[in-house]
């Protein structure tokens, strides 16, 4: 051997040894199996010099699958592509191959040895090479085929073998390493798992357990934003979002997420992997986008929040049509991930896991505060008192005292008043509204100004109106003058002339035409002459202006028929309250005044001059109770009163009324809106 090939041979097996050094380090690294193996094939590859690698893989029913080849395929590429018979005759080659479970050499046309009935259908060597693929949760071994020249000697062939088996028992480290980080991972997730578990059944608040599944679910699903709903009837509202303290109930962005919400679970589907390209049907396509418009999420899934009432035995066809009667609806929680993301199974399992506990803990929390007296139960938990060792003395003497005051409550007398809002308003007093669309031409008066009646307050100018009146005017004007040359032109005819005799009688017919027109003219007119002069509007009673800023409301602006456009008052004339009662207090109302003979007091006090009280009698109760601006049922009432001993009235003076409905026990009269709460929420009386 001279030196030159002694120094080729040295710097070949350097190469190699770099290559095998190098994917061992590369198994110890966070890489993916397929990059792994990819860089095991092209290793294979550079350190023979072959024409092909293929890496094969048995499916479940045993079949050989290529999952990765570098170079020429053995079955396609090499030469001419191999027949039937010679395909079946390689695949059997690899079968067997693979039930040794050992590296060999197989020469061209060659067998593994000669029980086996596989061949070598090439006019090349093949290597082949068991290879760890999977090592958890069962081992799974794949087959290195490698095609390449036949070597010039023995010994080369064998370094080649010895070459590939150093790489595949390399890909053996890979599997131990890739299932030693797995279950890392899985303690990792098992930890997280147990501490949302923990963390999720510690309160029984609605808001806190809330709160815990969309933050700490978020962690341990491993999404970007995690929300929850709470179904209410047969929508969904938002209580809780990762990363959010509080939920801005007005927003567009949460209004549309709780439409898409209460659209997807009326189909009652365990769960949806939703994404803005996919089709869906009309009824879930619509809030769908009109949500990830304003969202910007990518993707998202969407799983119900359900107790478990009893556990399912059946079997999964069974069980799956038992599903709603299994299990109890409480709401439900949105996955969003905002950056491109494959769907994993290991995140649907996640999120599963995170619906079913979230779900019994919301459904625990709900009906917690479902209770009767549970605010006040929950206030008395953390009360220093109960955390006190009561003695059979104190206990006793906390029993008298609770005696006493309820003797005190029960047989003191109080008097019994039902409040009200209202304001004070002059009797005699009327509103000036619009009499046609138009446009506020001229204002005469001011606010506070004294006015008698039928004095001009405004005047508007309607230009259809006055086109229409120059229209029907030119109209008479016209008519008026084609009639006066008639009457000329018959005064001008021979009476004994035949043809003057028959113009006579067209101009006659004509003449009666023009009169019926005129006349119709004239109506016309008057009719528009009326609605011109409705155009002014003037007082109807003497008082005052109450309306403020006249001139920069109403002047040249346009105004609708019916549109209120001032208010004038008699202030010197008597005044009246005009109260409002919840429609839920006129029980008491009306029967203290069926109890008394002579009309109910009212006590009221200006909010303007809160240390005067004064005193009115109800004059009058509305039959029906109407919605206030908060849309309540109030009913109105009208309190008679003396205004001669009232300081400074002002329309529309708010006031704090009272009515007066006799005595009761100042127990109720303290503590009656509890009674009736506990008579309606319990006893539905």
């Not at 020469?107 to 086996?116: A, C, I, Y």
């Not at 815990?212 to 341990?220: Q, S, T, Y």
């Not at 007119?525 to 109450?546: D, F, M, R, Y």
């Not at 029906?624 to 002002?650: F, N, S, W, Y």
């Amino acid at each position: 051997m001279t030196t030159e090939e002694s120094s080729s041979i040295e710097n070949l097996w350097q190469e190699i040894e770099e290559l095998v050094l190098g994917l061992a380090q590369l198994a110890r690294t966070e890489i993916s199996s397929q990059k792994f193996y990819s860089e095991l094939l092209d290793r294979a590859v550079r350190g023979m010099s072959a024409q092909g690698c293929v890496l094969w893989v048995a499916d479940a029913t045993g079949n050989l699958e290529a999952k990765q080849q570098r170079g020429a395929h053995p079955e396609t590429n090499i030469g001419a592509p191999l027949n039937e018979q010679k395909i079946e005759q390689h695949r059997l080659l690899l079968r067997e191959a693979l039930h040794e479970q050992r590296p060999a050499t197989i020469e061209p046309r060659g067998r593994w040895s000669e029980q086996h009935r596989g061949i070598n259908p090439l006019d090349e060597n093949l290597i082949l090479c068991p290879v760890s693929i999977e090592a958890h949760p069962t081992p799974q071994v794949g087959l290195l085929e490698i095609v390449h020249h036949p070597p010039r000697s023995f010994s080369a062939q064998e370094g080649y073998v010895r070459f590939i088996s150093a790489l595949c028992e390399i890909s053996e480290d890979f599997c131990q390493h890739s299932q030693l980080q797995k279950l890392r991972e899985l303690e990792a997730l098992w930890e997280q798992f147990e501490r949302f578990s923990e963390h999720v059944h510690l309160h029984l608040n609605t808001e806190q357990t809330a709160f815990i599944i969309a933050n700490e679910g978020r962690i341990l699903i491993d999404c970007d934003r995690l929300s929850v709903l709470q179904k209410t009837g047969k929508t969904h509202q938002l209580i809780a979002a990762s990363g959010v303290e509080g939920i801005e109930r007005r927003s567009e962005t949460v209004q549309r997420l709780e439409s898409l919400v209460t659209a997807i679970q009326s189909l009652k589907r365990p769960y949806w992997i939703m994404e803005a390209e996919e089709k869906y049907p009309p009824q879930i396509a619509e809030p769908l986008h009109a949500y990830l418009d304003l969202a910007g999420s990518r993707a998202l899934m969407i799983f119900p929040l359900a107790h478990i009432i009893q556990e399912s035995t059946d079997d999964p066809a069974e069980a799956q049509s038992n599903v709603e009667q299994s299990q109890l609806a409480v709401g439900a929680i949105v996955m969003e991930q905002f950056h491109e993301a494959s769907s994993s199974h290991t995140i649907l399992e996640r999120a599963q896991a995170v619906s079913r506990h979230g779900g019994t803990a919301l459904y625990n929390s709900l009906r917690f505060e479902s209770f009767p007296f549970f605010p006040l139960l929950k206030h008395w938990s953390y009360s220093p008192l109960r955390k006190k060792q009561w003695t059979g003395r104190k206990l006793m003497t906390a029993a008298l005292i609770l005696a006493v005051l309820s003797a005190v409550l029960i047989l003191t007398p109080a008097d019994f008043k039902i409040e009200g809002t209202g304001n004070l308003q002059p009797v005699d007093q009327q509103n000036v509204f619009a009499t046609a669309d138009g446009v506020v031409d001229q204002i005469f008066v001011r606010q506070a100004e004294q006015v008698s009646a039928n004095t001009t307050l405004l005047t508007l100018r309607d230009s259809d109106l006055e086109l229409e009146f120059s229209r029907v005017r030119g109209e008479i004007q016209t008519s008026q003058k084609r009639l006066n040359v008639i009457e000329a032109a018959r005064l001008g005819l021979n009476p004994t002339d035949a043809t003057a005799l028959q113009q006579a009688n067209r101009l006659t017919a004509e003449q009666e035409e023009l009169n019926a027109r005129l006349k119709s003219l004239n109506e016309q007119s008057t009719l528009l002459k009326n609605q011109q002069e409705a155009l002014t509007l003037k007082s109807p009673i003497s008082g005052e202006v109450l309306t403020w800023d006249l001139q920069e409301k109403l002047l040249a602006r346009p105004v609708q028929r019916g549109q209120q456009l001032l208010t004038v008052a008699d202030l010197k004339g008597p005044w009246i309250l005009k109260m409002e009662v919840p429609d839920s207090e006129m029980g008491h109302v009306l029967a203290a005044q069926r109890a008394s003979k002579d009309p109910l007091s009212v006590s009221f006090l200006l909010l303007t001059d809160p240390d005067q009280t004064y005193q009115g009698t109800i004059e009058k109760i509305a039959a029906t109770a109407e919605p206030d601006a908060d849309g309540k049922p109030v009913v109105q009432i009208t309190v008679k009163l003396d205004h001669e001993t009232i300081k400074g009235l002002r329309p529309g003076a708010s006031v704090l009324p009272q009515i007066d409905c006799g005595t009761r026990s100042l127990g109720y009269v303290w503590l009656r809106r509890l009674f009736e709460t506990v008579q309606r929420e319990l006893f539905f009386f």
